[in-house]
């Protein structure tokens, strides 16, 4: 899976994604089950089942037991490594999850969802409720995808369309997931199993949900653009290209061009800079050549002198 980082230290691999498992438990289990607002995929179903076994079954517990089917096919299409650290990510988020509900026996009295700021938000600011919830689902997604690992459901799906098809994890994910949260509805509004809110409202807050988070899981893996990749047009790159080295003290390549409209061979000057630089090299490339074409795009990660790898 492209745009992932893995440490050559592996207990720093598996501890972040037993961070990352507790932030999504804690975003799904402290603040999503109990406003009925369904994440997607292997959690949404354990959580509709959840409703309609009248809260007897934990959601940890039955999520982990539809994983494993997933974990299998996550073998045979992802690799050994990569599934045990799907198996580590999914087992820990199950038992997070279970832990921070107080449904582990033993443990009932550490129940975080019965705290006074959440009970506080979920009477008189939900939308804030599910907001938080639906971050730190994403930030602790996204992590466990950047240390290549997933939480097995439609995190397996995902990360099979990212190795073939080379979608992000994101955009997999709101795909998979729209058809769970739909279903996921139409059992709340069939059985009744939400009297103050209407299901298409906790539908309609689900998808938003979804949306946040597989933005955030995009983010967390992409990162900022931290730098901009310039191609410049000019019959004076000689001179634009001594001011990029000399006054910018960046790098710059000529590439052989050949115009299509005027049919004549000339050369387009390529160069990347940090952000804080762009604004000063569009103004001197244009001091030089007031008519040069330049064209400006984000990079999303630059390896090499001058720049420091983005993980």
């Known amino acids: 899976m492209k745009n992932v980082t893995q440490s050559k230290i592996p207990w720093i691999d598996y ?15 402290v603040f999503l089950v109990d406003a009925q607002v ?14 309609l076994s009248n809260h007897k079954i934990p959601i940890g517990l039955l999520m982990w037991v539809f994983n494993v089917p997933l974990f299998i ?8 490594s990569f599934a045990f ?14 832990l921070f509900r107080g449904d582990i026996p033993g443990l009932r009295w550490f129940r975080l969802q019965d705290m006074s700021s959440i009970v506080y938000l979920f009477k008189h600011d939900f939308f804030f409720l599910i907001m938080i919830g639906s971050v730190l689902l994403g930030v602790g997604l996204g992590i466990i995808f950047k240390f290549k690992g997933t939480t097995a459901g439609s995190d397996i799906v995902a990360a099979i369309l990212n190795k073939h098809y080379g979608w992000k994890p994101g955009q997999a994910i709101m795909l998979t997931d729209f058809f769970v ?13 939400s009297p103050e809110k209407p299901a298409l409202v906790l539908t309609i807050y689900a998808l938003f949900s979804l949306y946040l988070s597989s933005k955030i899981i995009d983010f967390i893996i992409d990162g900022f653009d931290y730098a901009r990749m310039a191609m410049i047009i000019s019959p004076k790159n000689t001179e634009i290209g001594e001011m990029i080295l000399k006054e910018l003290s960046r790098g710059a390549t000529g590439l052989k061009a050949r115009g ?14 940090p952000v804080k630089q762009i604004a000063s090299l ?21 390896l090499g002198n001058g720049f420091r790898s983005r993980f």
């Not at 279903?183 to 199993?193: E, Q, R, Y």
């Not at 569009?282 to 630059?302: L, M």
């Open 260 to 273: 299509l409209y005027q049919k004549n061979d000339g050369e387009v000057l390529m160069t990347v800079v």
């Open 73 to 80: 096919w996550g073998i045979k299409e992802l690799g050994k």
């Open 85 to 98: 650290r799907t198996f580590f990510s999914f087992s820990v988020n199950s038992i997070f999850i279970d």
């Open 282 to 302: 569009t103004e001197k490339v244009k001091e030089i050549d007031p008519d040069a074409f330049i064209v400006v795009s984000n990079v999303h990660e630059v």
């Open 38 to 51: 369904v994440p997607g995929g292997v959690s949404g179903l354990s959580i509709s089942i959840y409703f």
């Open 181 to 193: 949260i739909t279903f996921a509805g139409l059992i709340i509004g069939l059985k009744g199993l």
């Open 15 to 29: 501890l972040a994604l037993t961070f990352g498992a507790a932030l999504m438990a804690i975003g799904i289990g």
